[in-house]
């Protein structure tokens, strides 16, 4: 099954994202390659696993379990929208403002941890985002990164971290089905 290792947002934040998502929607001209993401099933990513043997999900929760026993509870400011992608974005997201710190330590030390099961190491250093579309024309991309820095001054909200959860990703044609499979709390 396919796996990866995340922390949730709160509602303030998903309908700040929604609202943004408008107002660039709004600002496009050509909308088809873009593919927006659904603020409901917003998480930030601290680790993509892929495939995981049913063999080994036990071990991957454990790891998991000992980076949350690790850390303490803390927040994270949400804010700054940007682009990867050069003049033609591929891809929108919100960051990481005061927090992403202790966020990067948390997901360096599942990278850490979980290698010891097998897992490579990331290549590119932690940057916590939110994902709110990726884009396939280049069009629009174009569009989208100059509207998104339109936003760099956007501020969602501050979510608390308190726990780190362990997810499963089913892909169908109406966009991923994530299902929590193991959740743990940061220390308090």
Same mark, same amino acid.
């Given at each position: 099954?396919?796996?990866?290792?995340?922390?949730?947002?709160?509602? =303030? +934040?998903?309908?700040? $994202?929604? &609202?943004?998502?408008? !107002?660039?929607?709004?600002?496009? #001209?050509?909308?088809?390659? @873009?593919?927006?993401?659904?603020?409901?099933?917003?998480?930030?990513?601290?680790?993509?696993?892929? =495939? +995981?043997?049913?063999? $080994?999900? &036990?071990?991957?929760? !454990?790891?998991?379990?000992?980076? #949350?026993?690790?850390?303490? @509870?803390?927040?994270?400011?949400?804010?700054?929208?940007?682009?990867?992608?050069?003049?033609?974005?591929? +891809?929108?997201?919100?960051?990481?403002?005061?927090?992403?710190?202790?966020?990067?330590?948390? #997901?360096?030390?599942?990278?850490?941890?979980?290698?010891?099961?097998?897992?490579?190491?990331?290549?590119?250093?932690?940057?916590?985002?939110?994902?709110?579309?990726?884009?396939?024309?280049?069009?629009?991309?174009?569009?989208?990164?100059?509207?998104?820095?339109?936003?760099?001054?956007?501020?969602?909200?501050?979510?608390?971290?308190?726990?780190?959860?362990?997810?499963?990703?089913?892909?169908?044609?109406?966009?991923?089905?994530?299902?929590?499979?193991?959740?743990?709390?940061?220390?308090?």
């Amino acid at each position: 099954m396919r796996v990866f290792i995340a922390t949730d947002i709160n509602d =303030e +934040v998903r309908r700040a $994202i929604g &609202n943004l998502q408008n !107002k660039l929607r709004g600002e496009l #001209a050509f909308d088809k390659g @873009v593919k927006w993401v659904n603020p409901e099933i917003m998480h930030l990513t601290l680790k993509f696993l892929g =495939e +995981v043997k049913d063999n $080994i999900l &036990n071990d991957v929760c !454990k790891k998991t379990e000992q980076v #949350a026993m690790k850390h303490s @509870v803390f927040n994270l400011d949400i804010e700054k929208a940007g682009h990867f992608g050069g003049r033609s974005a591929r +891809v929108i997201w919100v960051g990481t403002g005061g927090g992403s710190e202790q966020l990067a330590e948390i #997901a360096n030390n599942l990278d850490e941890q979980l290698q010891t099961l097998g897992f490579a190491p990331e290549t590119r250093q932690f940057t916590g985002h939110l994902t709110l579309c990726r884009i396939k024309n280049v069009k629009a991309g174009a569009e989208l990164a100059k509207a998104a820095e339109k936003y760099s001054d956007f501020q969602a909200g501050t979510v608390a971290v308190d726990s780190i959860m362990v997810y499963q990703s089913q892909l169908n044609s109406d966009g991923p089905i994530y299902t929590p499979l193991a959740g743990y709390n940061l220390r308090r």
